[in-house]
Structure formats: C-alpha cells, structure tokens
Antibody, heavy 118, light 111 residues
Framework: QVQLVQSGAEVKEPGASVKVSCKAS????????IHWVRQAPGQRLEWMGW????????KYSQEFQGRVTFTRDTSASTAYMELSSLKSEDTAVYYCAREGPPRKFDPWGQGTLVTVSS | QSVLTQPPSVSGAPGQRVTISCTGSSSNIGAGYDVHWYQQLPGIAPKLLIYGNTNRPSGVPDRFSGSKSGTSASLAISGLQAEDEADYYCHSYDSSLSGYVFGTGTKVTVL
C-alpha cells in the first residue's frame, strides 16, 4: 500500500538546523509531488511548500522562504526537509504528504516532532 | 498568510447531525479551486476525509459529506458517533499565494 514513513523525533538548540526524511513506498516516487506541513502544539496545520519528486522543482511558502530547503533522493524514494536558523517557535510536528489529483494530500507521513530548546 | 476560516468547535449528541463551515475568498474557494477535508484524531497524522469538494475516499463512511458554494464549503457529519471526536481541517489552493492554505480547524465533541 502507499505509505510515507518519516524519521524520528529531534531535539535541537536555537540557531541549529534540522533535516527530516520521508521515505515513500507502494508507488512510483517520481510521479508525485511531496508537500511539507507543520503543526505547532495546539495549533492549526501550516503549509510549508512542496517538491516535485520527478524534476526536483520546489515551491516554498513565503513564511519559510530562505530558511527551508526541500530535496529528494530518487534512488532511495525519499524526500527531505531541512529547516535552518531554528527558533523556539519552530517547535512542531512536521508532516510530509503526497499530492494526488485534484491537489489533495493523501497519504500523510506519521509526523516528526522537532523540539527547539536550549 | 491567507487562511480558511472555520468555527473553533461544534458539538452534538450521538446520532445527531453537525456541520462545519469553511469560509474562504475569491483567491481560493471562490476562484473554483477544490476543497478537501481532513480528520485528525488526537496525536495522529491527518487523514483525508473528503476530496474534490464532495468525494469520499474508499473506506470513509457515507455519514460524512461535503459541499461547496461560492466562497465557502461545508462538511456534514450525520449519525454522529463517539469515534468522530477529532479535529477537522479544510484545505484548498490559493492563487494569490501560489500555494496551499488550511482552515483554522474545528474540534468536534460528541456529548
């Protein structure tokens, strides 16, 4: 079945960077875009951007522009999200999700908790 | 960032019908972009509930239904059950952002 499995929880200090992975299985990885969405504790879902897994084109939300980078490794069917210059406000669960027509997100990864604390 | 507005909470007794509204603007829902709905149980990743305004993925009970009109969309849950207690989010594309937006989220409580 189609599945996205993310890397484990991370604890980082302010100013550091974090890289979260999202491994896809059950479908042709390069045929779909992967989106990244985050959710701060008790808050709503926030769209961060997407990567075309086929040609590696990216689109970043204005909110994260300049601080986030999406990459992918087609040989490993894995997408990555790297967020730099971490602040305490970046403490959140980060999700990856596959985009399918008509622009719906399904399925989602299980989420990766990133805690930013000194 | 542009958002879609939902009521913070709705509640109902078992068996009742509840509806959740999602109000957007002329750059997202009103521009004709599809609305999708997700259910998020506590501590779990969101799950697709309704896609393309009115369609249910396989496995989603027909108690859940979606609609769209103008700059708004709605999710209805009929025959409310205890297992429906969760947060619900609407989602659409926004042309002014050239990106995606989520609703503010609605917590459904079964009394």
């Amino acid at each position: 079945q189609v599945q996205l499995v993310q890397s484990g929880a991370e604890v980082k200090e302010p100013g550091a960077s974090v890289k979260v992975s999202c491994k896809a299985s059950g479908y042709t990885f390069t045929s779909y875009a992967i989106h990244w969405v985050r959710q701060a504790p008790g808050q709503r879902l926030e769209w961060m951007g997407w990567i075309n897994a086929g040609n590696a084109n990216t689109k970043y939300s204005q909110e994260f522009q300049g601080r986030v980078t999406f990459t992918r490794d087609t040989s490993a069917s894995t997408a990555y999200m790297e967020l730099s210059s971490l602040k305490s406000e970046d403490t959140a669960v980060y999700y990856c999700a596959r985009e399918g027509p008509p622009r719906k997100f399904d399925p989602w990864g299980q989420g990766t908790l990133v805690t930013v604390s000194s | 960032q542009s958002v879609l507005t939902q009521p913070p909470s709705v509640s109902g007794a078992p068996g009742q019908r509840v509806t959740i509204s999602c109000t957007g603007s002329s750059s997202n829902i009103g521009a004709g972009y599809d609305v999708h709905w997700y259910q998020q149980l506590p501590g779990i990743a969101p799950k697709l509930l309704i896609y393309g305004n009115t369609n249910r993925p396989s496995g989603v009970p027909d108690r859940f239904s979606g609609s769209k009109s103008g700059t708004s969309a709605s999710l209805a849950i009929s025959g409310l059950q205890a297992e429906d207690e969760a947060d619900y989010y609407c989602h659409s594309y926004d042309s002014s952002l050239s990106g995606y937006v989520f609703g503010t989220g609605t917590k459904v409580t079964v009394l």
